[in-house]
Nanobody, 112 residues
């Protein structure tokens, strides 16, 4: 059974940084691309960033604007999202995703 467990969210002031993690199990993590998706209050799902099995990243430029970095540690079956210069509009629940499998999400709140 595929399981994805996100962590690392929290409350941060504008301009701050957070690193999200997603621990994966139940499938061959090394073989699959992974994705971070977010849902802001009252909005739909937005794809934030993807990464291939061997570490090639892609970003939603409208959302990230060079502020976010996706990475993975295949040995630890963990996906990361480093977020810098956070803005109030980054407030959302962040999910890691593969296919139709989703984690429970981790809340990121950017506020003074």
């Amino acid at each position: 059974e595929v399981e994805l467990v996100e962590s690392g969210g929290g409350l941060v002031q504008p301009g701050g940084s957070l690193t999200l993690s997603c621990l994966a199990s139940g499938f061959r993590f090394n073989d699959y691309a992974m994705r971070w998706v977010r849902q802001a209050p009252g909005k739909g799902l937005e794809s934030v960033s993807t990464i291939t099995w061997n570490g090639d990243p892609a970003y939603n430029p409208e959302l990230t604007k060079d502020r976010f970095t996706i990475s993975r540690d295949n040995a630890k079956k963990t996906l990361f999202l480093q977020m810098n210069d956070l803005k109030p509009e980054d407030t959302a629940i962040y999910y890691c995703n593969i296919g139709d499998a989703w984690g429970q999400g981790t809340q990121v709140t950017v506020s003074t």
